[in-house]
Each structure stands twice: as C-alpha cells, then as structure tokens.
C-alpha cells in the first residue's frame, strides 16, 4: 500500500480591505447645515421645500463657494453627484479646502446648456481661475435653467464626467486638497440643488 504526499497549504494573509462609505444630504431639513447668510457679499443658503437654494447676488469676487468638509478619501476612486439648475452658472464643487487656500474643482452648468471643469486656484498651479474644459454644449445637458443630474469619478488615475448619466468627459485626475464637496455660484446666480451625494472607499 502506497503513501500518498500531503502537502499543507496556509491560508494568504489577510491584508487591508477597501470598505465603502457614502455621504448623502437631500435637503429635507438643515442638519447638514448647509444655510447660511452672508451679508456683506449678498450671499444666502436657504433649505427648502426639499432643495438647498443659493443665491449670490454680487460682483466681489469671480465666484462665491459653499463647501463642507465630509473627509472623504481622495486617494481612491469616488463619485460625487448632485442634482441642480440656476439662471445663470452653478456647479458642483469638491476639494475646497479654506485653511491652504484651496478653492478646489468645479464642475459646472450654465443657463443655455454648456457644462466645464474649472480648476477654481490655489491647488498647486497658481491663484487663478483657469478652464480644464472650457465651457462646451453637450445635446446630454439640459438648458434654460433646468434641472441636471452632474457627476465626477475619479477611477484610477482619471476623472470621468457626467451629465443626465452620459458620459462627457475624462481628464488626468487632479489632487485634492481636501476631501470635501459642495457648489461653487457665478455673481448674479439663483441656484438649487436638489440633493447632494458622494461615494467613497476607505481601508479599514
């Protein structure tokens, strides 16, 4: 009778498991605390009726921003998507990050149907405004101030945008400089969102 080998075999080691977390804040209600009035530069965030409305009724500055810092993590793929409309431009805003001077990416949309990505200064390539996609008409957006589904990906090392759910464009990821979102009004806009969600992946 022969003797058959038995080799043992341990099991791989467990390593770090990506676990996903998700932040969403429909507007129902301020405890998100996204009101806000700010005077001095005709400013006002307003919860309601089930939307976030945002109004910059100035000229000081180029753009006006409204960010919260929910620390997600920005060195794996996320999503990050809102829903909005204004009569003027209105974007959605990620990377915001007040105390470096961060004014982060914007993803915006305006009145007559045109979609950008700006980089919106202070992220490692000067204080200005510049476009990574200047603003573009797309047949995905839709005009005369209604509503749009936006949404960015970050998937490896790109940037993937979306509008009503169509893909329109990828660029080169960029670093953020914190992991926070929120939206980003031109002077003279009356914006709204209806929602406001971001989907992240962390080690645990």
Known sequence: MGLASCRRYAPAPVGPRLVAYQYVDEFNDNRGNWAFADGPNLAYGVISDGTFKFDYNDDGSQAYYVSKDIIFNMDEDFTVETKLGSDNTFGLLIGYNASTGSYGYS??????GKYALYDEGGNGFGTQITEIIPPTYSSAVKGNGDWNTVRIEQRGSRWIGYV????????????????????????FTRGEADYIQADWLELE
């Open 107 to 112: 993803f915006t949309i305006d009145y007559n």
């Open 164 to 187: 009503n759910n169509r893909e329109i464009f990828r660029v080169p990821a960029r670093t953020l400089m914190a992991g926070s979102v929120g939206f980003v009004a031109v002077p």
